[in-house]
């Protein structure tokens, strides 16, 4: 699906809602780059290949309100993936991630998380693959067929590192 194609709200963007489907529909999503095959959150929720800072674009609070959805939800894990550009990856692809963990930069599979702090500053706080995983999707992906694995994630493994 081109960001053509991506469903739009009468207002002009994508809702936190549909930013969260189209996300889990595509499984990996940049939050604003351009990589490849794989789709931008910030295109999307624009309905345009934006040109330049998202910030400075008519739909920027839309595209601001719909990644920080994208950021805080649990059933994705933010991390610097592909081209070590914020990158969300669904859960659904998280049991192919762990089973071909070894291909890729261990610091690109960490998870990242915005700690406000009370000073109203805020830090990114780095938890390290595997640590953020639980024991059944670690499970899962010692189960996965490599094949199956490699499908899943043909669209990262195809970018360079």
Do not use: Y
């Not at 592909?82 to 998280?94: E, M, N, Q, T």
């Amino acid at each position: 699906m081109s960001t053509r194609d991506a469903p739009a709200c009468t207002t002009g963007g994508l809702t936190p809602a549909e930013a969260m489907a189209f996300v889990a529909q595509h499984g990996i999503v940049l939050e604003a780059a351009r990589r490849g095959a794989i789709p931008s959150l910030a295109d999307a929720v624009a309905g345009e290949a934006i040109a330049g800072n998202w910030w400075a674009h008519a739909q920027g609070k839309l595209i601001f309100a719909a990644t920080r959805a994208v950021r805080e939800a649990a059933d994705v894990l933010v991390c610097r993936l592909v081209d070590g550009k914020i990158s969300f990856v669904h859960a659904r692809l998280w049991p192919a991630l762990a089973r071909l963990a070894d291909r890729f930069p261990r610091e690109r599979l960490a998870r990242l998380r915005e700690v406000h702090g009370s000073d109203g500053r805020h830090r990114v706080e780095e938890i390290p693959f595997p640590d953020w995983l639980d024991a059944a999707t670690l499970a899962a992906g010692r189960r996965l067929d490599e094949v199956a694995a490699r499908d899943a994630l043909a669209a990262v493994l195809d970018v360079p590192a």
